[in-house]
T-cell receptor, first 116, second 113 residues
Framework: GAGVSQSPRYKVAKRGQDVALRCDPI?????LFWYQQALGQGPEFLTY????????KSGLPSDRFFAERPEGSVSTLKIQRTQQEDSAVYLC??????????????FGDGTRLSIL | RKEVEQDPGPFNVPEGATVAFNCTYS??????FFWYRQDCRKEPKLLMS???SGNEDGRFTAQLNRASQYISLLIRDSKLSDSATYLC??????????????FGAGTQVVVTP
């Protein structure tokens, strides 16, 4: 596709529900990243995939957060038993090469998650 | 202490004026530096990379000072469309060398007519 696509754009869930957020990266991009952005803050790293391999999940805040990219393209971020503090914008980014950190990352519009 | 710190602003700038702001980083091993721009309720977009010798891209000039561990962004001849939050981004190497990006909280710039 032309850019990184995320869905849904907005998600409202009740505390305790499970949610799944989808990211469709730019076609052919090897690296995929998930970030969490709270209001008034910069994006905070959650996890990184190189193709289907999850190479770094050190930013996931708890074991309620789980991400996968089974075929090395589309990725899903799942949050189980949501809490109010999970309310944030979840951003997905992709880059063409493996994540050496000097490659520009292209971001999707994000999913705004609100937990009631 | 956060690894990347920025003055949140807002910097209120008359149209046509020059504005400059800095960002400090704590990891002396950081290797790559970027400025991203984020409009309200939109995704971050790469504005420019920052190179050791400093670099320009049109009205935008970025500088890196490794000794003092800060980077700067200068915007000349400000346009109304420059109003946005500018995110300072630093690559912090990890043990497996893939290079995690650390974002500052952003500096808000408001250009006024």
């Amino acid at each position: 596709g032309a850019g990184v696509s995320q869905s849904p754009r907005y998600k409202v869930a009740k505390r305790g529900q499970d949610v799944a957020l989808r990211c469709d990266p730019i076609s052919g991009h090897v690296s995929l990243f998930w970030y969490q952005q709270a209001l008034g803050q910069g994006p905070e790293f959650l996890t990184y995939f190189q193709n289907e391999a999850q190479l770094d999940k050190s930013g996931l805040p708890s074991d309620r957060f789980f991400a996968e990219r089974p075929e090395g393209s589309v990725s899903t971020l799942k949050i189980q038993r949501t809490q109010q503090e999970d309310s944030a914008v979840y951003l997905c980014a992709s880059s063409a090469n493996r994540g050496l950190g000097n490659q520009p990352q292209h971001f999707g519009d994000g999913t705004r998650l609100s937990i009631l | 202490r956060k690894e990347v710190e920025q003055d949140p602003g807002p910097f209120n700038v008359p149209e046509g004026a020059t504005v400059a702001f800095n960002c400090t980083y704590s990891n002396s091993a950081s290797q790559s530096f970027f400025w991203y721009r984020q409009d309200c309720r939109k995704e971050p977009k790469l504005l420019m990379s920052v190179y050791s010798s400093g670099n320009e891209d049109g009205r935008f000039t970025a500088q890196l000072n490794r000794a003092s561990q800060y980077i700067s962004l200068l915007i000349r001849d400000s346009k109304l469309s420059d109003s946005a939050t500018y995110l300072c981004v630093v690559n912090s190497p990890t043990t497996d060398s893939w290079g995690k990006l650390q974002f500052g909280a952003g500096t808000q710039v408001v250009v006024t007519p």
